[in-house]
């Protein structure tokens, strides 16, 4: 059963296009990873979910109901997790877990109960009382996860919710969505962290522009890529004329499935070979073309290699490209209520 | 717990619209009282103000002749009621900011998350809370006022001065909480506070009798909302206790306490009528 469904969104803020055009399924009980660089629409997608922001237009269906009517009954089913934390610093963090449970309308009992049971699992005990503008970084985003997580929400959604943590934090909301997801909690996680999607997704889509360019089990993803991965170069900056020369003998090589040229990266060239011993024969047809290998890497395939074959680029540049033109002030200004 | 497409539950909740409003407002003041408590440096800020004016404006005028103001009543009576008005005004001024800090800090968001089963709860918990503030502050110099010997007026005229403030002290909330969601920023709203507190006040009866002014200044004194709540409490510190009495020798004609009290109570429903949509909208 699928109990998110987003179909033909579009979110514009002003000239500039957040979402545009995305469809998205997230199953029932899975933990779904959105995977994409800052800016590519992951926040908007989830702030449209938890009834935060409305789209231009399209779909919005989670547990089988129009989110964008039945915005109050949505919201009763889920637990969101924003990417800022939003903490009144003059409260303690006992204080601001009652509020939320208030706000929730949970009774006193089962409140204080909850509240007692988060405490323990996220490992709050020893600073909970403290005023939260005391707190670090990780304390926040642990205190703001048990908020979330008070009326034990059918659907809980995270926004980027390790990053600039310290490693400790990490773990421990780590193993937090690990268990919930055993637990059958539906989660939709945004990251721009390939390893977390990795380690804690069932299933995840990747978003680029404001569109999924690929999706599927992370595993089936990495495998359907045909084999190992290879970064290849034939001096330390290629131009593209000669990256393309390269690339035209390299595709000709038996068990070289892919080619990519990898602007972003000095024109380096990213290969897929079906077997270790397709690398021994790059360097012979290189040479035969008066070529020779200046540099050559070769790892397992990962998440950033599905991102590299979709968009032609790595996760990490397609960041650098989008923090120079995009104003994230301006679009969060904009979408501020 | 099974929440989403559970009929039983939602008619469970519907049942008990009352309690759960009840239970989210009551939690929203409380937060910012507890914010007031740890942080009560504005609450003194906001008695203090008044009072330094007290002290100083009374002691300016002290030695003014005796039938300086009409009635031959001192510059301290006088200038009594316009500060407990004035206080009450800049308290409800500041209605906005909290909500504006919540705006952009994005605690905004978990309230608009949340299953509130009204958003009016964020509303009515500041209306709530600044009433009350502005109400203590004001109280507070009532009671230096007559610590002075500025003197305390009747149980009847209490009760007035309260009734009074209230409407004032609504009016000007929910116009500082509509500012509060139009404007970017806090501060434009902090540069907004600034520029209206005192010319508001000034352009009042708090200071200077509207004889006192010339015509121009006469006008503006005689539609200005704070004179408008100035004026009956003044009616309520004096003996004659009549709400018919003619309490502002205005351009246009005289206006009794009956008039003052309807213009303010008009200005209060008209204010949230006008400021209710914009919130709706944007708190839908």
Not at chain 1, 75 to 80: A, F, I, T, V
Not at chain 1, 200 to 219: H, Y
Not at chain 1, 302 to 308: A, I, K, P, T
Not at chain 2, 25 to 46: D, N
Request: aromatic share 10%; hydrophobic share 45%.
């Amino acid at each position: 059963m699928l109990f998110i469904q987003l179909k033909d969104l579009f979110k514009s803020y002003g000239a500039i296009k957040a979402l545009d055009g995305l469809n998205l399924n997230v199953p029932k009980g899975t933990l779904y990873g959105l995977l994409g660089p800052n800016g590519a629409g992951k926040s908007t997608a989830l702030r449209i979910i938890c009834t935060l922001l409305e789209p231009d237009t399209g779909e919005v269906k989670v547990a089988g109901r129009d989110a964008l009517i039945y915005q109050k009954e949505t919201r009763r089913g889920l637990g969101y997790v924003a990417q800022e934390v939003a903490i009144d610093k003059i409260l303690t963090g006992r204080e601001l877990l009652q509020l939320q449970a208030d706000l929730y309308h949970l009774s006193k009992t089962y409140k204080n109960q909850r509240i007692e049971e988060l405490i323990q699992r996220l490992e709050m005990k020893s600073w909970i009382d403290r005023r939260c503008g005391s707190f670090s970084g990780g304390m926040k985003r642990r205190l703001d996860l048990a908020a979330g997580l008070l009326h034990k929400p059918e659907l809980l959604i995270l926004d980027e919710p390790t990053v600039g943590l310290d490693i400790e934090s990490r773990s421990v909301i780590w193993g937090l969505l690990k268990e919930l997801r055993d637990e059958e909690t539906t989660i939709l996680l945004s990251s721009h962290y390939l390893e977390e999607v990795d380690e804690l997704a069932d299933e995840m889509a990747i978003i680029d522009n404001g569109k999924v360019i690929a999706e599927g089990k992370p595993d089936d993803l990495k495998r359907d890529l045909g084999g190992d991965r290879v970064t290849l170069r034939v001096r330390e900056f290629s131009d593209e004329y000669e990256a393309e020369s390269v690339r035209n003998i390299l595709i000709e090589v038996p068990g070289v499935t892919n080619v990519v040229v990898n602007k972003k990266q000095g024109y380096s060239l990213n290969l897929v070979v079906r077997s270790q011993n397709v690398i021994s024969e790059l360097s012979h047809y290189l040479s035969k073309a008066n070529f020779e290998v200046f540099a050559l890497a070769h790892s397992r395939p990962s998440l950033d290699d599905v991102y590299l074959q979709a968009t032609g680029k790595t996760l990490m540049d397609a960041e650098l490209e989008l923090a120079g033109t995009r104003d994230f002030k301006l679009e969060k200004k904009k979408s501020m209520r | 717990m099974t929440i989403f497409n559970s009929s039983l539950k939602e008619k469970e909740i519907y049942r008990n619209d009352f309690n759960e409003i009840f239970q989210e407002t009551s939690a929203l003041t409380w937060r910012l009282f507890i914010q007031l408590i740890r942080r009560p440096s504005t609450l003194f800020a906001g008695i203090l103000q008044p009072l330094i004016w007290l002290f100083l404006f009374a002691a300016l005028f002290s030695n003014a002749p005796v039938d300086f103001l009409p009635g031959g009543t001192s510059y301290g009576e006088f200038l009594g009621a316009g500060l407990i008005v004035f206080t009450a005004f800049s308290g409800a001024l500041n209605a906005g900011l909290p909500v504006m800090f919540d705006r952009e800090f994005g605690f905004l968001n978990r309230l608009l998350v949340a299953p509130l089963n009204s958003r009016s709860s964020i509303v009515i918990s500041s209306v709530i809370y600044i009433t009350s503030i502005s109400l203590l502050q004001s109280f507070a110099i009532m009671a230096t006022s007559a610590f002075l010997g500025y003197g305390w007026p009747s149980f009847l005229g209490f009760i007035l001065i309260v009734m009074t403030l209230l409407l004032l002290v609504f009016s000007i909330t929910a116009l500082s909480l509509g500012l509060a969601f139009v404007l970017p920023g806090h501060i434009e709203l902090i540069a907004i506070i600034f520029v209206a507190n005192l010319p508001v006040l000034f352009a009042s009866t708090a200071l200077a009798p509207i004889s006192f002014m010339p015509s121009w200044l006469g006008w503006i004194a005689s539609v200005n909302p704070l004179t408008f709540a100035i004026e009956p409490i003044r009616l309520a510190y004096s003996d004659s206790f009549d709400l018919g009495t003619v309490l502002i020798n205005a351009p246009y004609g005289d206006v009794n306490g009956y008039v003052c009290l309807a213009i303010l109570f008009i200005l209060a429903i008209g204010l949230f009528y006008l400021v209710v949509p914009l919130l709706n909208r944007k708190l839908a």
